[in-house]
C-alpha cells in the first residue's frame, strides 16, 4: 500500500479550495479510483489540480510547509 494526494487549486469545481486529501492505495490507478468514488470526475477528468506519489510529494514544498494555499489535509481515503 502506498501514499497519494491529490492536490487542489483556486478552481471553483474542484471539491477543495487549496490542501489536499490523501488517499491509501496499492496503485495510483487504484487511488484514482478511490478519489473519483467519493470526488466524481468534472468532464472527464479527476477533480483535482495534480496527483503526487509519496516519493514526489515528500520533494514538495507543500509536504515542507505542510500547506498548500492555507490549508493542509482535508481527508484521508483508506
Known amino acids: 500500500m502506498g501514499k497519494f494526494y491529490f492536490t487542489f ?7 477543495f479550495y487549496g490542501g489536499w ?3 491509501v492505495a496499492d496503485s495510483r490507478g487504484a487511488a484514482c479510483d478511490k478519489f473519483s468514488a467519493k470526488y466524481p470526475n468534472k468532464d472527464d477528468c479527476i477533480n483535482c489540480a ?3 506519489s509519496q516519493e514526489d510529494w515528500d520533494k514538495t ?3 515542507e510547509r505542510g ?3 492555507g490549508h493542509g489535509c482535508h ?4
Open 61 to 63: 514544498i507543500m509536504a
Open 9 to 15: 487549486g483556486a478552481g471553483e469545481t474542484q471539491p
Open 50 to 52: 495534480f496527483i503526487y
Open 75 to 78: 481527508e484521508v481515503i483508506e
Open 21 to 23: 486529501v490523501e488517499v
Open 67 to 69: 500547506s498548500n494555499r
